[in-house]
Antibody, heavy 122, light 106 residues
Framework: QVHVVESGGGVVQPGGSLRLSCAAS????????MHWVRQAPGKGLEWVAV????????YYADSVKGRFTISRDNSKNMLYLQMNSLRADDTAVYYC???????????????WGQGTMVTVSS | EIVMTQSPATLSVSPGERATLSCRAS??????LAWYQQKPGQAPRLLIY???TRATGIPARFTGRGFGTEFTLTITSLQSEDLAVYYC????????FGQGTKVEIK
C-alpha cells in the first residue's frame, strides 16, 4: 500500500528557512517522479516543484523559483523541499505527491500525503 | 501559464440527482486534463485523468468528458459522501489547477 508522509512544517519568521521531508513507502520510489503541491488556508491547489525519478530535472513554479530547492534520496525513499527567504504568501499546507507515470514525469498526482502546515509570520 | 476556470463555484444537489461541473482552459490542453476530489480535512484524491479515464478504485458514477478547452465532470446519482471540492488540473504544460467547485448536498 502506497504511503507518503510529510514532516518538517512549523512557524517561521519572514525571511527564514525551513526544510520539509516526505517519507515514501509501498512502491518503488526510484521509479517515479515526485512533486510538492501547496494549498494556502481556504484556497485552491498550487503546484510548487517536481523532481524526476533519478533526481534530475528539478523544476519550479515561478512563485518559488530561486528560493526553494527540491531534492530526493532514493536510497532512503525520501523527498525534500528546502525553503529559503520565506514570505507570508508561502503560508500553506504542503503536500508531497507521487507522479502517476513510471520512469517519466507527466504531472498527474495519484497519491498524496496528508500535508504539513507551514506558517510564515512574525 | 494555462489558466483553468471552473464553474459554478458552488453546486447544491439533492441525493440521487446528477451534478455537472465545468472546467475551461485558456488554451488547448488536448486531453491532458485531470479531476481531483478533496473532502473536508483531507488531501486531494485523483478521480479522472486523460479527460475521461477513471483512476483506480473510482466508482463508475464519476464520468469525465471533453477535449481541447472545454471539460465536464458528471456525478450521476450523487451520494452524501460526494460532498467535497472538485478541482480540474491540466498537465499539458506546467501543471495548473482550477479554483475548485464545491459540491453541497441539498
Amino acid at each position: 500500500q502506497v504511503h507518503v508522509v510529510e514532516s518538517g512544517g512549523g512557524v517561521v519568521q519572514p525571511g527564514g528557512s525551513l526544510r520539509l521531508s516526505c517519507a515514501a513507502s509501498g512502491f518503488t520510489f526510484s521509479d517515479f517522479g515526485m512533486h510538492w503541491v501547496r494549498q494556502a488556508p481556504g484556497k485552491g491547489l498550487e503546484w510548487v516543484a517536481v523532481i524526476a525519478y533519478d533526481g534530475s530535472k528539478p523544476y519550479y513554479a515561478d512563485s518559488v523559483k530561486g528560493r526553494f530547492t527540491i531534492s530526493r534520496d532514493n536510497s532512503k525513499n525520501m523527498l525534500y523541499l528546502q525553503m529559503n527567504s520565506l514570505r507570508a504568501d508561502d503560508t500553506a499546507v504542503y503536500y508531497c505527491a507521487k507522479d502517476l507515470s513510471v520512469l517519466a514525469t507527466i504531472s498527474l498526482f495519484d497519491y498524496w500525503g496528508q500535508g504539513t502546515m507551514v506558517t510564515v509570520s512574525s | 501559464e494555462i489558466v483553468m476556470t471552473q464553474s459554478p463555484a458552488t453546486l447544491s444537489v439533492s441525493p440521487g440527482e446528477r451534478a455537472t461541473l465545468s472546467c475551461r482552459a485558456s488554451q488547448s490542453v488536448s486531453s491532458n486534463l485531470a479531476w481531483y476530489q478533496q473532502k473536508p480535512g483531507q488531501a486531494p484524491r485523483l478521480l479522472i485523468y486523460g479527460a475521461s479515464t477513471r483512476a483506480t478504485g473510482i466508482p463508475a458514477r464519476f464520468t469525465g468528458r471533453g477535449f481541447g478547452t472545454e471539460f465536464t465532470l458528471t456525478i450521476t446519482s450523487l451520494q452524501s459522501e460526494d460532498l467535497a471540492v472538485y478541482y480540474c488540473q491540466q498537465h499539458n504544460s506546467w501543471p495548473t489547477f482550477g479554483q475548485g467547485t464545491k459540491v453541497e448536498i441539498k
